[in-house]
């Protein structure tokens, strides 16, 4: 899935340059390409679908020149998570009905990746099972507010859980009350399954969808397809595939992992991640520092700044754009970037 604008890493991230396409750790691979590198040695590249906005597909094309074109699926517009795995599901179906499929955002950061990789061999066994819906757990260290969380039901040390309860990005108290009860994972947002289970789950729980991109079999590889997508998002709903589909399947499982994830979703989990100075400060610039802690400061190499006084904050240029704000403030960036459109949209 790499169809998102990356909204919460402006200025850096832009609409005609998405953080999924930018090397934001420094080590000459964007995270799309991180992911493709990570899921390559576990499969081929003729079987890796994109999904991705219509106007990103020659940043695609560009970036994973390996993965077929024909597998890299446009979207017309964002319609959310549950109309990007339709889209795949459905593609992929008429291809090869037996398919098991793992589905990945493309812009997370996964550090341990044998730890990894026998999580997702847990989970593709797992998925074997009837229609059972898999998903990945992620055991959490801190009261985070920025996550989705899993309650899972205990069966003594068995990796594969049955799912309890979803919960949407919790107040910090909930978040405390869920990290003391041992019993709820952060929601990853990478799931296993048997293509046809997910079927099912979009015929059983989102019929209006299914019957939509059911229509698309005489389509999907064809010269049509493109056309045929666009009538299809115009009809269906934006909803994500946790409320469309695993918060009302009865046949949910969650394997927890341990595997150094981070979901790479703002400029704090950036910080969480890198190198820090004694202060706990994220420093890529040529700067100077006085009694400024827990801070990210992002500036061109060309110039130097000075910061004194801030804790707790962003400092970030980039192009024609300087920020400075809260860096926990990741929930205001929507309105950051609503409020620079006003003023051009050069700017966003």
């Not at 009837?130 to 985070?144: A, D, H, K």
């Not at 789950?201 to 209006?208: L, S």
């Not at 056309?227 to 009865?250: Q, R, T």
């Not at 801070?295 to 910061?307: M, R």
Request: aromatic share 12%; hydrophobic share 35%.
């Amino acid at each position: 899935m790499a169809g998102g604008i990356g909204s919460r890493f402006w200025p850096y991230s832009r609409h005609n340059r998405p953080k999924q396409f930018l090397d934001i750790l420094g080590t000459g691979r964007t995270l799309l390409q991180m992911t493709y590198d990570r899921f390559v040695k576990i499969s081929d590249p003729t079987k890796f679908y994109v999904v991705t906005n219509k106007k990103y597909e020659h940043l695609v094309e560009e970036q994973l020149p390996e993965v077929p074109k024909s597998q890299i699926l446009t979207e017309p517009m964002g319609r959310n998570t549950a109309a990007c795995i339709a889209y795949a599901s459905y593609s992929i179906v008429q291809k090869s009905a037996d398919a098991k499929v793992i589905v990945t955002p493309a812009d997370h950061l996964i550090l341990q990746e044998e730890n990894f990789y026998k999580s997702i061999g847990i989970a593709m066994q797992a998925s074997e099972e009837g229609n059972r819906l898999i998903t990945l757990g992620i055991r959490p260290n801190r009261p985070e507010t920025g996550y989705g969380y899993i309650q899972y039901i205990s069966n003594h040390g068995n990796p594969v859980k049955k799912v309890k309860t979803f919960t949407e990005k919790p107040n910090a108290k909930l978040a405390k009350a869920f990290l003391d009860s041992g019993d709820f994972v952060w929601n990853s947002g990478m799931f296993v399954w048997k293509v046809k289970s997910i079927v099912a789950a979009f015929e059983k729980y989102m019929p209006d969808l299914a019957e939509v991109f059911e229509e698309g079999f005489e389509h999907y590889s064809s010269h049509t397809e493109e056309d045929f997508i666009k009538k299809a998002y115009s009809l269906v709903k934006n909803i994500s595939i946790d409320y469309g589909i695993m918060e009302k399947s009865d046949e949910v499982f969650v394997v927890l992992g341990e595997f150094g994830w981070s979901d790479l979703g703002s400029w704090q989990s950036l910080h969480e991640i890198q190198e820090k100075d004694a202060d706990n400060n994220v420093v890529e610039a040529n700067a100077i520092l006085y009694e400024t802690t827990n801070s990210y400061i992002k500036v061109s190499p060309g110039k130097l700044v000075v910061v004194e006084g801030l804790d707790n904050y962003l400092v970030h240029e980039s192009d024609n754009v300087i920020v400075v704000c809260k860096l926990d403030g990741e929930r205001k960036f929507r309105d950051f970037v609503g409020e620079a459109r006003k003023k051009g949209e050069d700017f966003v």
